[in-house]
């Protein structure tokens, strides 16, 4: 059977592959597709010799709900609240993302203060995803506490956002050409109160597992990818910085004044779990930096377009005026319509490049969006990242690679 | 580097290949011979000039309701980053309908493998020397490639049938060296 001397080195190296095995002591498990520690519909079929995984294959797509085919059912705004179901956790920085991408086609001038407050919110959801994946991935190894600490201070983001779009998770906060509606009166007030209890809970969480033995000998050098490796596989956001390559979409094509922020990119050094928990916190850090600074020289103003052709006219005018009217109800019936042509447009999202590859024939529906999610490159490396290495590593390591299968699956 | 000087690097080391070029928005966008796609992408990988080291995706399009499209039906967009020289790059293949094959690059990028199922997949180009071009975000029994213009949104498909993973175990653990 096993020899249990095999199961002791704790590396992610793999095993022995030159020495010829018996394929018949191996177990095959499935770890998913429905499974606590997925945290949504993944499947990965282990082939167990003890509990060390020999191989590893994935199967993904069980909630693939046509999110690309709908798109092309629908107008351009239509799309907006289907994109809050990609990246489920961090809702608005998908809005701004296609958003983005559809002013490029039309030439739309977004006003500043849209601008700003886009910036704004899209950090609060990076800080949030961020605590979620790593209040889960603790959880997923064991250290339960961690999870109310990040957990709570983003119920308290969500408040905020709660209070800014109506909705917690499904915001559709964008509007083409800007926003659904401006910030609230004590947005501000609100906003530090709430940056300064995440700066309290990461420096607790971090407190409690920066020198816990048992984090440590779970986290670090488990399920290392390379650098080399993480780019061929397409890995971009934390999880690429995590194995040492400062890329991030807001420094190397910076969009939306990031180039005028002061923030740091922090890197990892080997890229095992360890370096991808730790760097989220390190993100979290600099989006509170990047929070602030914007905070503190916020641009008056609308935070809509003026640019009739996308946006709705002031209630006002719908109704106080024909031309007024007649602007309404050209934009609701006719929709917007971006003259023929194909488009690759992207932002750095919690999770990495998110982008948008958007065919327009002249119709107020997308001809084609093609929606990049930065998890499906992640999640294709998942197999043979966790070959060798323990069944309980796999599951710390999925939670470090925060897969969403929303975005995933599409 | 500018997308001009690099269409003419392409026409000058591909004679024959480079078909044409577009504006897409500010990125160029070179559209080649379908067979050699794997010739250019290999050089623009490998080439110091060029470090194309990243492959962002891969995005196919089913052209037959486009307005006034003469051409093949089907379009695939290859989208490059360099992340030490800092450009990308956006090469287009297009397949006509009756024989959709385009040459894979699966085994020149990590996760251009999942990118051509999922093309494979929601449009239906072939990606010949492709080691395992099977369905990836719909279920194995679904019939018909659901991103094509002609498939209807409503048509649903009931499938049950359990993905047994083993045919790709099998490969996995024969490279892993398990006999």
């Known amino acids: ?410 | 580097m500018d997308g001009q000087v690099l269409l003419e690097k392409l026409t000058a080391k591909f004679p024959g290949a480079v078909k044409g070029s577009a504006d897409r928005f500010g990125q160029l966008e070179i559209q080649l011979e379908a067979k050699s796609i794997a010739d250019v992408v290999v050089y623009l990988r490998d080439d110091s000039e060029m470090a194309f080291n990243m492959l962002v995706d891969i995005a196919a399009i089913d052209y037959s309701a486009f307005p006034n499209h003469t051409g093949d039906r089907f379009g695939a967009v290859y989208l490059l980053k360099s992340l030490s020289l800092g450009h990308r790059a956006q090469l287009k293949v297009t397949a006509p309908e009756e024989k959709p094959e385009v040459p894979t690059i699966s085994h020149l990028f990590a996760n251009a493998n999942w990118c051509e199922r999922e093309a494979y997949d929601q449009i239906g180009i072939r990606f010949t020397g492709h080691p395992n071009l099977k369905r990836i975000l719909n279920h194995h029994e679904f019939v018909g490639h659901p991103l094509r213009k002609d498939y209807p949104i409503t048509r649903r498909q009931a499938l049950s049938a359990n993905e047994s993973l083993m045919d790709e175990m099998a490969v996995r653990l024969k490279q892993r060296g398990w006999e």
Not at chain 1, 133 to 143: M, P, Q
């Open chain 1, 1 to 410: 059977m096993i020899d249990t001397k095999t199961l002791l080195p704790r590396s992610s190296q793999g095993l022995d592959s030159a020495k010829h095995q018996e394929k018949k002591d191996l177990v095959m498990v499935n770890l998913g597709p429905s499974h606590p520690a997925t945290h949504g519909t993944l499947r990965a079929l282990l082939a167990l010799d003890g509990e060390t995984i020999a191989a590893a294959v994935t199967e993904i797509g069980y909630l693939h709900r046509g999110f690309e085919k709908d798109c092309e059912a629908h107008t351009f705004q239509q799309c907006i609240p289907y994109t809050d179901r990609l990246n489920y956790v961090s809702a608005i920085i998908n809005n701004v993302g296609f958003c983005k991408a559809v002013e490029r086609m039309l030439a739309v001038e977004v006003p500043e203060r849209a601008i700003a407050i886009r910036v704004l919110t899209c950090e609060l959801n990076r800080i949030i995803d961020h605590l979620v994946c790593a209040g889960a991935n603790l959880v997923d190894i064991g250290a339960l506490t961690n999870f109310w600490y990040t957990f709570n201070v983003r119920e308290k983001v969500y408040n905020i956002l709660e209070k800014l779009c109506g909705a917690r998770l499904t915001s559709s906060y964008t509007r083409i050409g800007g926003l659904s509606r401006d910030v609230y009166p004590e947005f501000d007030v609100e906003v530090k109160a709430v940056l300064k209890e995440i700066r309290e809970s990461v420096k607790q969480v971090k407190t409690l597992i920066s020198t816990n033995r048992i984090f440590l000998d779970r986290t670090k050098g488990i399920c290392v990818i390379s650098k080399e490796r993480a780019i061929s596989y397409g890995w971009t956001g934390p999880t690429l910085r995590a194995t040492g390559v400062e890329y991030d979409l807001r420094k190397s094509d910076p969009y939306y004044g990031y180039q005028d922020l002061k923030f740091d990119i922090p890197v990892g050094t080997i890229g095992d779990v360890y370096d991808r928990i730790f760097i989220r916190f390190y993100e979290i850090e600099e989006s509170i930096h990047i929070i602030e600074q914007v905070l503190g020289k916020l641009p008056k103003g609308p935070v809509i377009t003026a640019d009739k052709r996308v946006a709705l006219p002031p209630k006002q005018q719908t109704y106080g005026n024909i031309e007024g009217l007649m602007n309404h109800f050209k934009i609701i019936m006719h929709g917007i319509c971006p003259a023929p042509g194909e488009l690759y447009d992207f932002t750095e999202a919690a999770n990495g490049e998110l982008g948008f590859y958007i065919v327009a024939d002249g119709s107020k529906n997308p001809y084609r969006v093609k929606c990049r999610p930065p998890c499906f490159m992640n999640f294709a490396a998942f197999g043979e990242m966790i070959e060798g290495s323990m069944v309980a590593d796999a599951v710390a390591n999925l939670g470090s690679i925060n897969i969403i299968a929303g975005e995933l699956d599409r």
